[in-house]
């Protein structure tokens, strides 16, 4: 079953524009992912987020972490077509991640 | 060593049919998992090994899926009897116990059971 729910479901920008996904999850987890999946293929880890850290960047991502909100956002600054995909979170539940039902990010050039 | 590998690509099936997936994972990993994945959805975990070692399966897993990784290497997952509710992609990582680098995924499996 998913344990994150990612918000938007869908989402369309131009080249240049910020894009910001949120993720939602249901109990405590340690350590939240962010993936990205490119259409028929299987997903390429971009962060890993501590369940200590409040903000973490990374290029042009930037992830952070509120555990007490059980929510988790990622901003994809400067977007290029290329980012067009889907974004997935996952969380550590005991030793396996879950994942969330993903955003999937539009980038027109 | 060039990421994980799945075979096949895709599979077509008639209903009632068995079929074999195959998973070859980095080899430095010790932890490798299967996911399913439908249209739309994001990886639903199905089972983990640790080494050759079999430690969690999801309540998706009914009697009709069996995966094995002998000696720790490489693994497969099996469905017996084909359901059409069973087209999904079928998704394979692996990872080190080091979880900071997170999963590594193969392309993935896709089946279409008609």
Redesign the interface.
């Given at each position: 079953?998913?344990q994150?729910e990612e918000d938007p479901q869908a989402l369309s920008i131009q080249e240049g524009e910020n894009a910001t996904m949120n993720c939602s999850y249901k109990t405590s987890i340690n350590?939240l992912?962010w993936?990205r999946q490119n259409s028929?293929?299987?997903?390429?880890?971009l962060i890993?987020i501590r369940s200590n850290e409040r903000e973490k960047h990374s290029g042009r991502l930037r992830v952070t972490l509120d555990t007490s909100k059980k929510s988790s956002s990622l901003l994809i600054t400067a977007s290029r077509a290329a980012d067009t995909a889907s974004y997935?979170c996952g969380g550590?539940n005991?030793?396996?991640?879950?994942?969330?039902?993903?955003t999937r990010l539009q980038v027109f050039p | 060593d060039t990421g994980v590998s799945q075979d096949p690509r895709h599979k077509i099936t008639k209903r009632g049919q068995n079929v074999t997936f195959r998973c070859d994972p980095i080899s430095e990993h010790n932890r490798l998992y299967w996911y399913r994945q439908t249209l739309g959805q994001g990886p639903e975990f199905l089972t983990y090994f640790q080494n050759e070692a079999q430690l969690e399966k999801s309540r998706l897993l009914s009697d009709r899926f069996s995966a094995e990784r002998p000696k720790g290497s490489f693994s497969t997952l099996e469905i017996q009897r084909t359901e059409q509710g069973d087209s999904a992609m079928y998704l394979c990582a692996s990872s080190s116990a080091d979880l900071y680098y997170g999963y590594t995924f193969g392309s993935g499996t896709r089946l279409t059971v008609v």
């Open positions: 079953s998913q994150g350590n992912q993936y028929g293929r299987g997903l390429v880890h890993l997935f550590y005991t030793d396996k991640l879950i994942f969330g039902t993903g | -």
